[in-house]
Nanobody, 113 residues
Framework: QVQFVESGGGLVQPGGSLKLSCTAS????????IRWYRQTPGKERELVMG????????HYTGSVMGRFTVSRDDDKSTAFLHMNSLKVEDTAVYYC??????WGQGTQVTVSS
């Protein structure tokens, strides 16, 4: 079955960096666009960025442009979200997905001094 496992979150100070990983299984990873989402309590899940199967970055929100980048390692069925210059408002649970279903547990990112 399709699975997504996110990792790499944690507590970081404003201005800091984190690298999130998304390891997937159950489908042909290299053929799919992988999207990163984030969600805070009481709010809808928000699309953040994506990477298509040719490695092109997909931008969905201007709030992270110039600070976040995405990459992927198809041999390891893993995608990455590189987050720099983190802000308090980036605090959220981050998810990855290719199908808008079969959601994983996500990984908590907390930006706080």
């Amino acid at each position: 079955q399709v699975q997504f496992v996110e990792s790499g979150g944690g507590l970081v100070q404003p201005g800091g960096s984190l690298k999130l990983s998304c390891t997937a299984s159950g489908f042909t990873f290299r053929s799919y666009t992988i999207r990163w989402y984030r969600q805070t309590p009481g709010k809808e899940r928000e699309l953040v960025m994506g990477i298509d199967n040719s490695g092109q970055t997909l931008h969905y929100t201007g709030s992270v442009m110039g600070r976040f980048t995405v990459s992927r390692d198809d041999d390891k069925s893993t995608a990455f979200l590189h987050m720099n210059s983190l802000k308090v408002e980036d605090t959220a649970v981050y998810y990855c997905n290719a199908f808008d279903k079969w959601w994983g547990q996500g990984t908590q990112v907390t930006v706080s001094s």
